[in-house]
T-cell receptor
Framework: GQQVMQIPQYQHVQEGEDFTTYCNSSTTLSNIQWYKQRPGGHPVFLIQLVKSGEVKKQKRLTFQFGEAKKNSSLHITATQTTDVGTYFCTPSNTGKLIFGQGTTLQVKP | DTAVSQTPKYLVTQMGNDKSIKCEQNLGHDTMYWYKQDSKKFLKIMFSYNNKELIINETVPNRFSPKSPDKAHLNLHINSLELGDSAVYFC?????????????FGPGTRLTVT
């Protein structure tokens, strides 16, 4: 099945700094979904990317899907303490989500 | 209104016992899932049901048996619990919309086997 590698595994930033997590696949993906899981919480759907080169924004969050549809990224501008959590990317074309370890973001106030 | 609910939220039990976790969704979705999240945050799918029919059955020990009495409910029964079963179990649901499988997760059930 399709699997993705996410980097970095952990990231500590000072509040106000930017943050980026990258999602890479060895195969072409039909689409990709991003989820956020707060500490002690459950995964919450953020967005789905479908088109090659697609860029979508949600306030301070910018999601990109690579031209070759083999990678994706999530960039957070000016992090806040509310951004703390683990961010997962997952291919979603089969209905079976394949999660990795995600990227855990810590934000120091 | 809770979209996907699970009971219990916490479950502490001894090895060898049998336990069940219940899940209900009020979103009108056709598909429900069970995931297991270990201590390293790996989130792995276990089962998926679509309109009460099993459609995904990953490599999971036979001690785990899902049951879907109707499309709004998906329960998980675990026999002869082992230490390695300790994890957080998440139920999720989705409305199949072509290629869109946005999933809604329940709050999770933290299972501790002693």
């Amino acid at each position: 099945g399709q699997q993705v590698m996410q980097i970095p595994q952990y990231q500590h930033v000072q509040e106000g700094e930017d943050f980026t997590t990258y999602c890479n696949s060895s195969t072409t993906l039909s689409n990709i979904q991003w989820y956020k899981q707060r500490p002690g919480g459950h995964p919450v759907f953020l967005i789905q990317l479908v088109k090659s080169g697609e860029v979508k924004k949600q306030k301070r969050l910018t999601f990109q899907f690579g031209e070759a549809k083999k990678n994706s990224s999530l960039h957070i501008t000016a992090t806040q303490t509310t951004d703390v959590g683990t961010y997962f990317c997952t291919p979603s074309n089969t209905g079976k989500l394949i999660f990795g370890q995600g990227t855990t973001l810590q934000v120091k106030p | 209104d809770t979209a996907v609910s699970q009971t219990p939220k916490y479950l502490v039990t001894q090895m060898g016992n049998d336990k069940s976790i219940k899940c209900e969704q009020n979103l009108g979705h056709d598909t429900m899932y069970w995931y297991k999240q270990d201590s390293k945050k790996f989130l792995k799918i276990m089962f998926s049901y679509n309109n009460k029919e099993l459609i995904i059955n990953e490599t999971v020990p036979n001690r785990f048996s899902p049951k879907s009495p109707d499309k709004a409910h998906l329960n998980l029964h675990i026999n002869s619990l082992e230490l390695g079963d300790s994890a957080v179990y998440f139920c999720a649901s989705s409305q199949d919309r072509g290629r869109s499988y946005e999933q809604y997760f329940g709050p999770g059930t933290r299972l501790t086997v002693t």
